[in-house]
């Protein structure tokens, strides 16, 4: 393979990625069947949570399913090269949180974050899953819930995986994570973040 080409296919394979991950699940689903404005509701988040929060349980998981489809596929998809899939998973994240569409404020990446898991591994997908509920049942706070199990991801995707870089990712995908939920943080800090009721 030529350098072009292979500068050509990291192209492609980012754009796809950051198209893929872009799509606005939350707020079109909102949009459509509640006939509201997800960014005007609740955190203004586009994410399930924020759905969720604005009284639909049916769109939240749908929303959820989809923002976690949207890391999967791309990766998935570029699975044959352990550097474009790096790529796929890096851009797809950063699609869901920076979207073209929506003036490049979206959501803060946790569900496309698990899509992401689950295609580069199913025991890192399980293992998200598990510590999410486990902390979520202690804490009933979401974003604590998150912002705990992202922290752990990268520390278990290391020793678990013998792809290296896919941990590096996963870091810098809880870095974005965690800058995303600043204010959450300081809600947490403050006492004032919102429980959930899913428990």
């Known amino acids: 393979m030529t350098i072009l080409n292979l500068i050509f296919l990291y192209f492609l394979t980012i754009i796809i990625s950051y198209l ?3 799509f606005p699940s939350g707020y079109i689903l909102s949009k459509y069947f509640n006939k509201i404005d997800i960014t005007k509701q ?24 989809i923002d976690a489809l949207k890391g999967a596929i791309p990766v998935i998809l570029f699975s044959f090269n352990s550097y474009l899939m790096a790529l796929a998973s890096l851009f797809s994240f950063l699609g869901h949180n920076f979207p073209v569409w929506l003036k490049f404020k979206g959501g803060k ?7 992401i898991c689950f295609a580069v591994s ?8 598990l510590l999410w509920i486990l902390i979520a049942f202690i804490f009933k706070t979401s974003s604590i819930s998150s912002l705990i199990t992202i922290s752990l991801i990268p520390v ?8 290296s ?22 809600r947490i800090l403050k006492g004032e973040e ?6």
């Open 20 to 22: 893929f991950g872009s």
């Open 42 to 65: 609740g955190s203004g988040n586009i994410g399930a949570t924020n759905v969720l929060r604005s009284g639909s349980k049916s769109l939240a998981i749908l929303t959820l399913l």
């Open 109 to 115: 990446g946790i569900a496309t974050y698990l899509g």
């Open 122 to 129: 199913f025991n890192i997908g399980i293992s998200f899953i």
């Open 156 to 163: 278990i995707s290391f020793f678990q995986l013998e792809n």
């Open 165 to 186: 870089i896919i941990s590096l990712v996963f870091l810098l995908m809880s870095i974005n994570s965690f800058y995303r939920h600043k204010l959450n943080i300081i």
């Open 194 to 199: 919102p429980k959930i009721n899913i428990f």
